[in-house]
């Protein structure tokens, strides 16, 4: 088991960057990846960005050069720096852990919202 816990949400005017961060309550290293996902009212949830064990990142085609996911290895920290933000953007960011079996677990969001 693990608990995650998302923060760094907010309001933010079009054009301008947040970060978020997510903190594992055990090592993130014993995970085959962490992500960040997010929904939007009356949409599923959807992925926004992965980083593999190994470090290889993979990121949906609307945040690409847009969004950067990274983590901090040893502070068991996830994090997900969000530049030149949309309103489109607007929706709660769900950090998550997948298992190597395929578990998922995942934190109690975060809210975006892109407005001017």
């Known amino acids: 088991q693990v608990q995650l816990v998302e923060s760094g949400g907010g309001l933010v005017q079009p054009g301008g960057s947040l970060r978020l961060s997510c903190a594992a309550s055990?090592?993130?290293?014993?995970?085959?990846?962490m992500g960040w996902y997010r929904q939007a009212p009356g949409k599923q949830r959807e992925l926004v960005a992965t980083i593999r064990s190994g470090g290889s990142t993979n990121y949906a085609d609307s945040v690409k050069d847009r969004f950067t996911i990274s983590r901090d290895i040893a502070k068991n920290m996830g994090y997900l720096q969000m530049n030149s933000l949309k309103p489109e953007d607007t929706a709660i960011y769900y950090c998550?852990?997948?298992?190597?079996?395929?578990?998922?677990?995942w934190g109690q969001g975060t809210q975006v919202t892109v407005s001017s």
């Open positions: 055990r090592s993130i290293l014993s995970f085959y990846a």
């Open positions: 998550n852990l997948r298992s190597w079996s395929a578990n998922d677990y």
